[in-house]
T-cell receptor
Framework: DAKTTQPNSMESNEEEPVHLPCNHSTISGTDYIHWYRQLPSQGPEYVIHGLTSNVNNRMASLAIAEDRKSSTLILHRATLRDAAVYYCILMASGGGADGLTFGKGTHLIIQP | NAGVTQTPKFRILKIGQSMTLQCTQDMNHNYMYWYRQDPGMGLKLIYYSVGAGITDKGEVPNGYNVSRSTTEDFPLRLELAAPSQTSVYFC????????????????FGPGTRLTVT
């Protein structure tokens, strides 16, 4: 499986935008980029995913580099409830049968 | 919908005991998964199932067994508990169509915190 690289932790202030980076230089042409987050003492929660084009949903935006070797998860206005570990994960097209490969993710700290 | 439910929430086992972690989903998802998460680490896949009657090993299957007799249920069995199995266990489900070149998100349960002493 292609690997992803994320910073161990990031800190931001409440009500400010947050940009969480992810490098995936060995991504294959059919790999989707998924983001999940895990709030304290909870199971992971799906955030967003994309293939080539930038994506928006009610939780966040996903900006994908033109060469697809990196991506950025954007939280437009962070709240204290967004404090969590964020995981960037690659998944093969049509796949998912063999599960998600989680790294250590980025621990996002939100300051009030 | 209740989504993915897991029981129990917490359990303490003595070495050598056995137990079954229960997982049920009500979303009619064909894929189900069991993960474990050790402190400060990401999740690791134990077993998965692509449909009733079909299961396969993940990254860390040793010491565990699964069965999938219905679409809804995917229990995880620990036969001889060991301290190394102290972890938080998450069940997940998703919907996938092999013929479609797309991806679907996984839905996770709240987890079972297991301690083996």
């Amino acid at each position: 499986d292609a690997k992803t690289t994320q910073p161990n932790s990031m800190e931001s202030n409440e009500e400010e935008p947050v940009h969480l980076p992810c490098n995936h230089s060995t991504i294959s042409g059919t790999d989707y980029i998924h983001w999940y987050r895990q709030l304290p003492s909870q199971g992971p929660e799906y955030v967003i995913h994309g293939l080539t084009s930038n994506v928006n949903n009610r939780m966040a935006s996903l900006a994908i580099a033109e060469d697809r070797k990196s991506s950025t998860l954007i939280l437009h206005r962070a709240t204290l409830r967004d404090a969590a570990v964020y995981y960037c994960i690659l998944m093969a097209s049509g796949g998912g049968a063999d599960g998600l490969t989680f790294g250590k993710g980025t621990h996002l700290i939100i300051q009030p | 919908n209740a989504g993915v439910t897991q029981t129990p929430k917490f359990r303490i086992l003595k070495i050598g005991q056995s137990m079954t972690l229960q997982c049920t989903q009500d979303m009619n998802h064909n894929y189900m998964y069991w993960y474990r998460q050790d402190p400060g680490m990401g999740l690791k896949l134990i077993y998965y199932s692509v449909g009733a009657g079909i299961t396969d090993k993940g990254e860390v299957p040793n010491g565990y067994n699964v069965s999938r007799s219905t679409t809804e249920d995917f229990p995880l069995r620990l036969e001889l508990a060991a301290p190394s199995q102290t972890s938080v266990y998450f069940c997940a489900s998703s919907y996938s169509i092999w013929t479609h070149l797309t991806n679907y998100e996984q839905y996770f349960g709240p987890g079972t915190r297991l301690t083996v002493t």
